[in-house]
């Protein structure tokens, strides 16, 4: 059976096992909250790409806030409607290089699912080399027999950011450009107030990444270690939790453990604190 080697893969890997049996490719596209008209009006996908619905399917919509954490009921139905298994393999893009993607791959691990990989460069880096695409289309397949088991401490949620404000053995590292998390840049979102957690620290995620790929290891590393410390936990934000993950996954190339992800990020922190 595949097993991905790291949680970043090669375009070039992926060619290589596309025929693998229990190889699944997953289509984490969204449209990005900072630029108009982002969606992908892309017509094609990955041979056999499956299409995960961030938005729709694995967030909970009954909330006020974009882009929240899912029950482990609701992620067990719909992974098992895109034909996820136990011991699939799971590969995620999306055609923006490196955006929404790191949060699927996060996402599984928190819901107890390893052996999937974010494919590095995404979308854009296949078509660069030419590899095999097709008309998208939906998933009709059978269903798979996945079943989530939630691992506590990869998501925070807002009384758990309150409590690490200010604490010697937490790190909030913020992934939003530095404008945004300055406040001289006012929120994409309409009415959300501007600034950022206090005491927390700034890696706008796309220092990471150069050409839509990520930066090599001794980068990514240098990056880190100007913030955050091996002893510490971390809490990675951003505006709705999704380029967190970005940061995320680079800390986990790093070497970096005891990481986490605020749900809720700056959307729910900004409407539900005052300026301080």
């Not at 880096?125 to 397949?141: C, F, M, Q, R, V």
């Not at 079943?147 to 404000?165: H, L, P, Q, R, W």
């Not at 934000?237 to 970096?256: D, K, M, P």
């Amino acid at each position: 059976m595949l097993h991905v080697p790291k949680p970043l893969v090669s375009v070039h890997w992926l060619n290589q096992h596309l025929a693998d049996e229990n190889l699944i490719v997953l289509d984490a596209t969204i449209g990005k909250v900072t630029e108009a008209n982002s969606d992908s009006n892309a017509s094609t996908q990955i041979v056999s790409a499956r299409f995960f619905d961030i938005k729709q399917k694995f967030s909970d919509t009954n909330t006020s806030f974009p882009n929240t954490f899912p029950s482990v009921e609701q992620f067990t139905t719909q992974a098992q409607a895109l034909g996820i298994h136990n011991d699939s393999c799971i590969v995620v893009y999306d055609d923006k290089g490196i955006y929404s993607s790191a949060r699927v791959w996060w996402m599984f691990k928190a819901f107890g699912f390893n052996n999937v990989a974010v494919l590095d460069g995404g979308l854009p880096e296949w078509i660069k080399h030419n590899y095999p695409l097709e008309t998208k289309a939906d998933y009709s397949g059978k269903p798979g027999n996945f079943t989530a088991s939630y691992n506590t401490g990869f998501i925070k949620f807002f009384d758990d950011v309150v409590n690490e404000v200010g604490e010697d053995n937490h790190i909030i590292v913020d992934a939003r450009s530095h404008a945004r998390f300055s406040g001289e840049e006012p929120e994409p979102r309409a009415g959300l107030r501007s600034g950022n957690i206090p005491g927390s620290f700034n890696i706008p995620y796309t220092s990471l990444l150069e050409n839509g790929c990520f930066k090599d290891i001794e980068q990514l590393q240098a990056i880190f270690k100007a913030v955050l410390s091996e002893h510490k936990q971390t809490t990675f934000t951003c505006g709705s939790g999704i380029t967190a993950c970005v940061l995320a996954l680079g800390a986990e190339l790093s070497g970096y453990k005891n990481l986490s992800i605020y749900d809720g990020s700056w959307t729910e922190w900004g409407s539900l604190t005052e300026d301080e």
